[in-house]
């Protein structure tokens, strides 16, 4: 049997307003786990702008009990790499920006493996 790799997400910038998915691990099979999940998240602005992160269980919500990333300040035209904690089938990684068109999410690294 193959391997295939395929991309966990395409980049894209944050949302403000709510919290913004940036991808779900598969439900099936039951086995599906998130490994070696690393993200991007660079400011493309002339401002520093905010970013926090969540790593969210299946049926949950962002939540204290799941930050991955707290509520951090990314310095104008700068970035910060996260790698993401264990995710499992149906869990979810989300994301919120403190202001519009600001921070892009780009996957560096991770596969689903089950």
Avoid: E
């Avoid at 204290?64 to 790499?81: E, F, H």
């Avoid at 919120?96 to 689903?112: C, E, K, P, V």
């Amino acid at each position: 049997m193959a391997l295939s790799f395929i991309p966990l997400f395409a980049a894209k910038l944050v949302n403000n307003a709510a919290v913004d998915t940036l991808f779900t691990v598969g439900a099936s099979p039951t086995t599906n786990v998130l490994r070696n999940g690393r993200v991007r998240f660079a400011n493309v602005t002339a401002g520093a702008v905010t970013i926090k992160a969540w790593a969210v269980p299946a049926a949950g919500a962002a939540a204290d009990a799941n930050v991955c990333l707290p509520t951090l300040s990314i310095a104008a035209n700068s970035y910060i790499d996260l790698d993401l904690p264990y995710v499992g089938a149906g869990g979810f990684v989300q994301a919120q920006a403190g202001a519009a068109s600001s921070i892009t999410a780009l996957q560096i690294d991770g596969f689903i493996q089950s």
